[in-house]
């Protein structure tokens, strides 16, 4: 935007006009040159297959006989058109009969990813790879069939089988090269036509910009305060009716500008006192309320918070929030908003979870937060409420304590009431073998009641 308003109108005009003729020549240059590749990767493509089929056939009958000699013969005089860099004859195991490489090209030979196997299959393969035109093209026998032209029937596939595969690599160098010679051919056309364009462009402008160059004088006047400027009307067409409709709006700026700020001076007036009753119901809060912007960063604190960690409100203002959670075993600090999507203890976003606060003199201390996000706009800020629940988890380990003492007292207790009944229990027996009347009645261990009744009796 900077550079735009730097360039002025006529400047940008001019750059729009370039850029419009520019895109124009490129676009139509780029189809030239694509039409022309694809027509002659087209033609080049026809002519390697007439090659290679001709080729085919003629080594149909030395694949047969298995003449070898005879083969590598013919490669060679295929090899005298100019485009053919490799070729090989290959019997139906794929067995190489016969081998032709020019000289100083394609010393590879086929590359892998040519499927030889499907040219014996009996379809032909064609590649473009590397500056070549690979074929694969399968070697059929000559058919014997009496074809008399009675009966019209159409070409069906083969039932017999290829004796050979053809594989062959035809060079697109001589492609190329006219390919070269075609886009210089259209960069040289393009220059001459964007060099009129913008010729003919920057006459067009000077003469339907200088009124408007005027008129932009005289509203940055205007925008400085000099209200007596005013934009001359004489101008032809909507640039006099706009130089007109200008003035006028200039007449009614000065009446707008006194009540537009009145409502800026009471708007602002409201928006403070808002901010003032936002913050006292923060900072009259129990809980700490801490805020994260999108960077990542402290953009506010409550003075809950400030009292719960120990800091100031100016010393953790756009610091990190890990310095309020203390480290783990190794050295690491999960973070709010880490702390927010792993969700521990169970709790989903946005809900409560326990975690361990740091405060400013290295104190650790059980905390228990929760954490909402706020998308405003573009904008994404995170809300912590922190609540210090030292004195709640010292409770909570006091009752631990006691139900565990409690529950030791009672084993113990059940276990004394045991034996009591155990040593009853002898005294009874004994006093059965003297012949003496039980002194203890121990009907309710029979019952398997042991109530406390029971016991008082016993």
Not at 124 to 153: C, I, K
Not at 381 to 409: K, N, P
Request: aromatic share 4%; proline share 4%.
């Amino acid at each position: 935007m900077a550079g735009s308003r730097r360039l002025g109108l006529k400047g940008r005009a001019l750059a729009v006009s370039v850029l419009l003729v520019a895109g124009t020549v490129v676009v139509l240059s780029t189809a030239l040159v694509w039409q022309y590749y694809s027509n002659s990767m087209r033609e080049t493509t026809a002519k390697v297959l007439v090659h290679a089929g001709s080729t085919s056939q003629i080594a149909e009958p030395y694949v047969q006989l298995n003449d070898l000699e005879a083969l590598q013969r013919l490669l060679r005089a295929a090899g005298s058109l100019q485009e053919l860099d490799f070729a090989e004859i290959a019997d139906h195991s794929g067995k190489v009969l016969a081998t032709f490489r020019r000289e100083n090209r394609l010393q590879g030979g086929i590359p892998e990813g040519l499927e030889v196997n499907k040219g014996l299959l009996g379809e032909t393969l064609v590649s473009e790879r590397f500056g070549h035109v690979f074929v694969a093209l399968p070697v059929w026998p000559e058919q014997e069939d009496l074809d008399l032209g009675l009966v019209e029937e159409p070409p069906g596939p083969r039932k017999d089988k290829p004796i050979g595969v053809l594989q062959a690599a035809y060079s697109l160098d001589k492609v190329y090269a006219d390919l070269r010679h075609h886009v210089l051919a259209c960069v040289s056309i393009a220059v001459v036509v964007m060099v009129v364009g913008v010729s003919v462009t920057v006459l067009v402008v000077r003469q339907l910009v200088r009124p408007v160059e005027v008129l932009a004088r005289t509203s940055a006047a205007i925008a400085q305060g000099d209200f007596s400027q005013r934009a001359p009307e004489d101008a032809i067409g909507e640039i006099g009716e706009l130089a007109r409709s200008f003035n006028h709006m200039a007449q009614m700026i000065r009446h707008y500008t006194q009540g537009l700020e009145a409502q800026v001076a009471e708007r602002t007036a409201a928006l403070a006192e808002s901010e003032a009753q936002t913050r006292a119901i923060l900072d009259t809060a129990a809980d700490g309320i801490i805020t994260i912007d999108g960077d990542g960063r402290v953009a506010s604190c409550n003075r809950a918070a400030e009292q719960i960690f120990g800091y100031a409100a100016d010393e953790i203002l756009g610091a990190d929030p890990a310095v309020l959670l203390a480290e783990d075993g190794e050295g690491r600090s999960p973070g709010f908003l880490a702390a927010d999507a792993s969700c521990p203890n169970g709790a989903g976003p946005g809900g409560r979870r326990q975690l361990e606060g740091r405060r400013k003199d290295g104190s650790r201390f059980p905390m228990e937060l929760a954490v909402s996000e706020v998308v405003l706009g573009d904008r994404r800020t995170h809300t912590v409420i922190v609540r210090d629940v030292t004195e709640r988890c010292r409770a909570e380990a006091q009752i631990r304590r006691t139900m565990e003492e409690l529950e030791r007292f009672n084993r113990l207790a059940v276990g004394r009431e045991l034996r009591m009944v155990e040593l009853k229990q002898e005294v009874n027996q004994l006093a059965e073998r003297a012949g003496m009347r039980p002194p203890y009645d121990l009907s309710f261990v029979e019952t398997g009641t042991l109530s406390a009744p029971a016991f008082q009796g016993a």
